[in-house]
């Protein structure tokens, strides 16, 4: 299988059911999982796998000083997915800087430069990196 001699797998998946299991990990090395799913595509009995850091809640990030806000059911409260936490930003960014970015179309690497910036600015990234840097020990 390749899924099984990867060392960074991502899985971004629309089902009910778990798709990664222990046999697709190979078990002799660190794997690193970032599951963008919602649910989760990784099997409770993989993710207690001592070789295998998963990113957690890699699709979503935390937002500042609103621990009660719920999205759904199947994240935590205080958090919200990416493409949400995009559209927040683009509402609370200056107006000469929103109405330059849109959330349709091609992905387009200034306006993720720009992004990026303004989840810095507003606190949006702090637990997301924290959550990679757990990942990568």
């Known amino acids: 299988m390749a899924v099984r001699d990867a060392d960074v797998i991502a899985i971004a998946v629309g089902t009910n059911e778990p798709l990664l299991?222990?046999?697709?990990?190979?078990?002799?090395?660190l794997t690193i999982v970032a599951d963008l799913s919602a649910p989760e595509a990784i099997?409770?009995?993989?993710?207690?796998?001592?070789?295998?850091?998963?990113?957690?809640?890699a699709g979503a990030v935390t937002?500042?000083?609103e621990s009660d806000f719920v999205m759904a059911s199947h994240i935590p409260p205080g958090a919200a997915f990416?493409?949400?936490?995009?559209?927040?930003?683009?509402?609370?960014?200056p107006r000469s800087v929103s109405e330059s970015l849109r959330l349709a179309g091609y992905v387009?690497?200034?306006?993720?430069?720009?992004?990026?910036?303004?989840?810095?600015e507003y606190g949006f990234l702090p637990a997301q990196d924290a959550c990679i840097a757990e990942a990568a020990q």
């Open 21 to 29: 299991y222990p046999h697709h990990v190979h078990p002799g090395r």
């Open 82 to 93: 990416c493409c949400a936490a995009e559209a927040m930003l683009l509402g609370l960014a």
């Open 63 to 65: 937002l500042p000083g």
């Open 43 to 57: 099997a409770p009995v993989a993710r207690k796998l001592t070789n295998v850091r998963v990113i957690p809640l």
């Open 108 to 120: 387009d690497a200034a306006a993720v430069g720009v992004l990026a910036k303004l989840a810095g």
